[in-house]
C-alpha cells in the first residue's frame, strides 16, 4: 500500500512531535526538521552537549511504523512511531556509540554498524555513586540500586564505600575518592569482564572538573589490568570524554599521554600536556 501523505504533511508532522515540550526523551532538545531528497534530517541538542546533532530518517514508503513494522494510519502516527524509535537509540547510547560526520554545522549521527560502547568480552559503565543503605555490596558495585519492594530512597554512598571492588583487584582508587570529597569528580567508569558473574574488574576511568562552570574537564586515570587488550583502555578513554562532553565539557586536558588518546583527537598542548575540543568541526577546521 502506497503512502498517502505528502512530505510536506510528514515533515510537518515529525516537526511538530519534535518541538513538543516533553517530547523524546530526558536531556533531548529537538531543534528542527529539514527535509533532503530520501530523508528527514532530525537535528537537536543532547543533555548539556555544546553540539548539534542530527540523524537521518528515511521518508516512509508504506504506512508502516518504522519502529514496529505494525500499520499506521496517519502522517502523525508515523511522526510518533519514527520519535520514539529515537528515544529507543538515545537510550541505548546513541551519541556515544554513533559513527559520526559533519555536515552543515551538525554532528550527523549513524549507528548502523558502528562499534558498541564497550569491546567485545567487556562491559563498561559507570562505577554506583549511590545506593540503597542496606543493599549488598554484591548487588552495589553493578548498579543494582534497589531491590524489588523496598521502600529504601537511593543515596549518596560514602567515598569509602565506592569502588571498594576494584581496589580488591588491586587497582588505585585514591584519585576518585579524593575528587568525590572536593565534589570535582565529572565521571569515574569501571570496565569487567562480561560474563554471568561480571568477574573480574579490568580497569577504570576518572575524570575531573577544573573550573567552577564546569566547562573544562580533565582526565585523570586510565588504568587496565596487565593483560587485558589494550582496546578496553581506548574505549574507557573514549567513554570518559563522552561522557562528560554530555554533561557540558567544551575542553578535555590531561597529563596522560596514551596512542589511544591520538587517536580520539587529542593534541599536544605548550604546557606539555594533551588537550581535546569537545565541539565537532571539519577536518582541517582550525579549533
Not at 498517502?4 to 504533511?9: I, T
Not at 580488591?168 to 582508587?173: L, N, Q, R
Amino acid at each position: 500500500m502506497a503512502v498517502v501523505w505528502s512530505r510536506e504533511e510528514i515533515v510537518e508532522a515529525v516537526r511538530t512531535y519534535l518541538l513538543r515540550s516533553g517530547a523524546i526523551t530526558d536531556g533531548f532538545s529537538g531543534a528542527d526538521v529539514v527535509a533532503e531528497p530520501d530523508n528527514l534530517l532530525v537535528t537537536f541538542r543532547w543533555r548539556r552537549d555544546p553540539n548539534v546533532y542530527a540523524v537521518e530518517v528515511r521518508f516512509p514508503t508504506a504506512p508502516m511504523s518504522p519502529w514496529t513494522g505494525l500499520p499506521v494510519t496517519s502522517a502523525d502516527e508515523w511522526a510518533a512511531e519514527a520519535l520514539s524509535s529515537l528515544a529507543e537509540e538515545l537510550a541505548t547510547g546513541l551519541v556515544s556509540r554513533s559513527r559520526r560526520k559533519i555536515r552543515d554545522g551538525y554532528v550527523v549521527l549513524d549507528a548502523r554498524n558502528a562499534p558498541d560502547v564497550s569491546p567485545p568480552g567487556f562491559h563498561l559503565g559507570p562505577v554506583p555513586l549511590v545506593g540503597a543503605p542496606s543493599l549488598p555490596r554484591r548487588l552495589r558495585r553493578r548498579g543494582t540500586y534497589v531491590t524489588w519492594g523496598s521502600s529504601e530512597e537511593p543515596v549518596p554512598l560514602p567515598a569509602s564505600e565506592t569502588g571498594t571492588w576494584l581496589a580488591e583487584a588491586g587497582m588505585d582508587v585514591r584519585v576518585p575518592h579524593r575528587l568525590i570529597a572536593e565534589d570535582r569528580l565529572a565521571c569515574w567508569l569501571q570496565a569487567y569482564v562480561n560474563n554471568d558473574s561480571g568477574h573480574p574488574d579490568v580497569g577504570h576511568a576518572v575524570a575531573s572538573w577544573q573550573d567552577t562552570r564546569r566547562t573544562t574537564a580533565r582526565l585523570d586515570l586510565v588504568h587496565i589490568q596487565p593483560g587485558v587488550p589494550t582496546e578496553v583502555r581506548g574505549a574507557l578513554a573514549r567513554l570518559a570524554v563522552r561522557t562528560v562532553t554530555e554533561d557540558g565539557a567544551l575542553r578535555v586536558v590531561t597529563a596522560i599521554d596514551l596512542p589511544e588518546l591520538h587517536e580520539l583527537g587529542f593534541r599536544p598542548t605548550t604546557a606539555g600536556e594533551l588537550t581535546f575540543d569537545t565541539i565537532d568541526l571539519p577536518p582541517g577546521t582550525a579549533h
